[in-house]
């Protein structure tokens, strides 16, 4: 069955400084992957997503995305941190039926400044 | 583009009772897909509804029903209520394909005490 971990639960940056959140799946042919960000009391928005072709992927707010199929890995990237980036981050993959994504459990950022 | 809109944004029930919670996806999306966040975990995919009809079910009991009306917009409905369905309800709504990525809503905050 295909699942999405997280190894972060939280992670502390400075504001300014560069940031890499780590996501790891485990699915039988190439997946559809992507990023979310949920902010305090809010629905998920969605980052950017990865279907194939480039494995490096732009999303909006400035964030970055790096598939890596030998690692079974898509972690999320951005070179400096705003305050406003404070937030819960997604990584998901949709599941091989087509009709649900599913989700880790989130990494939670804080941005100190 | 009018977004999603979840209704109503939090919601205190009874053990025992029904609820009811209503969304309107976004304008052009014909499907809907509902998830459970419980607190500190990621979106559980709860059923999807493509054109009125149910088009794929995650592992919620039958007390969990949906419908999508022709407009799109759709209902939960949850029988019986637990304490462990307190949650934060997501609507999401897509173009008919999940490998667009979803919109979400803002959610519904159901506590059950």
């Known amino acids: 069955a295909q699942s999405v971990t997280q190894p972060d639960i939280h992670i502390t940056v400075s504001e300014g400084a560069s940031l890499e959140l780590r996501c790891n799946y485990s699915?039988?042919?190439?997946?559809?992957l992507f990023w979310y960000v949920q902010s305090p009391g809010q629905g998920l928005q969605l980052l950017l997503k990865?279907?194939?072709?480039?494995?490096l992927v732009q999303g909006i707010k400035g964030f970055e995305a790096e598939f890596k199929r030998s690692q079974s890995s898509f972690n999320l990237r951005k070179p400096s941190v705003h305050w406003s980036d404070a937030a819960e981050y997604f990584c998901?993959?949709?599941?091989?039926?087509?009709?649900?994504?599913?989700f880790g459990a989130g990494t939670r950022l804080f941005v100190k400044a | 583009e009018t977004g999603v809109t979840q209704s109503p944004t939090h919601l205190i029930k009874t053990r025992g009772q029904q609820v009811t919670l209503r969304c309107s996806s976004q304008?052009?999306?014909?499907?809907v897909s509902w998830y459970q966040q419980a607190l500190g975990q990621g979106p559980q995919f709860i059923f999807q509804?493509?054109?009125?009809?149910?088009?794929g079910r995650g592992n919620f009991p039958p007390r969990f029903s949906g419908l999508q009306f022709p407009n799109y917009s759709s209902e939960l409905n949850v029988n019986a209520l637990l304490l462990g369905d307190s949650a934060l309800y997501l609507c999401?709504?897509?173009?008919?394909?999940?490998?667009?990525?979803?919109?979400f809503g803002s959610g519904t905050r159901l506590t059950v005490v």
């Open positions: 699915y039988g042919a190439t997946p559809y």
């Open positions: 509804y493509y054109r009125e009809e149910e088009n």
């Open positions: 990865y279907f194939s072709g480039d494995t």
């Open positions: 998901a993959v949709e599941d091989t039926g087509g009709f649900k994504t599913i």
């Open positions: 999401a709504s897509s173009p008919g394909t999940v490998i667009s990525g979803y919109t």
């Open positions: 304008s052009g999306h014909n499907t």
